[in-house]
């Protein structure tokens, strides 16, 4: 089990190449990959886009790089002839409309002027797929180490509560046959109080215990509850839990709301609000895993 919560970071330095990818995660319903990178790693995306896919499979993904380039290389620069003939020309024009007042444009002002030289590195970046797939699956290793690490954190932290839902439910159990004894007792105190020396209809009394008995009854939903818990713990070892663990923890809390509507003894509805407490808790570490 993993959370979707980590960080992960490697480092690649060998032969000039300071190559530095670091990926965050948070919990997302999907996958959903987002990459920073300096422009001569646009036609590498793809490939850091499938690494993280092939290692990762919901949550929001960060993923960062920096690099520097310090091999010692014979730089190609390109002069962009046409633009220097279009600033000379202008330059012309503008000496002119002043009157021939200015001085001739000079070599080294057109060396200033912006997008004139250009370093020519293009088709250059074949250099760059090797480190990049190197680098981008051992900080997916490193981030996934972590995840790891809190989901078994969290899975303990499940595990714990689910044990005490199991509690609760036993103790439901051990109280839920006393509720339709509880209701006659106090029924028949009721009428006696009422009807004084009048003898009470067992047979009426023992039917509206009945009707009432069948009303409260919860043993389906303890039985779920049960079946639930045994489920849960199942999913619990699988890989890619969060999902079923997400639907499931909503059928907890579904038989957890039935209990507390159906049962009037406040024994037992003071047990459902612990069930709906521990499980709100539960919900919450699961949106956590992957």
Known sequence: MKSMTGYGRAEYKENGIDLIIEIKTVNNRYLDVNCKYPRSFSALEDMIRNAVKSKLTRGRIDVFVNFSDNRETEKNLVVDTALAKSYFEASE????????????????DLLRLPDLIKMNDENDDSFLKEP?????????????????????????????????????????????????????EKLMA????????????????????????????????LTRLKSHISQFKKICIEDNAGKKLDFLIQEFNREANTICSKSNDIDVTNYGLNLKCEIEKIREQVQNIE
């Open 132 to 184: 990049v797939e190197i680098t981008i699956n051992n900080a997916l290793d490193s981030l996934n180490d972590m995840r790891l690490r809190e989901g078994e954190k969290l899975k303990a932290d499940m595990l714990k509560r689910i044990d005490g839902i199991k509690e609760t439910v036993s103790k439901i159990e051990e109280r839920a046959p006393l509720i339709a004894i509880a209701y006659r």
């Open 93 to 108: 024009k503008i000496n002119e409309a002043t009157g021939n007042s200015l001085k001739q444009i000079t070599l080294s």
């Open 190 to 221: 009721r009428i006696e109080d009422f009807l004084k020396d009048v003898k009470v209809d067992e047979a009426r009394l023992l039917n509206e215990v009945a009707i009432y008995s069948d009303k409260s009854n919860i043993d389906e939903e």
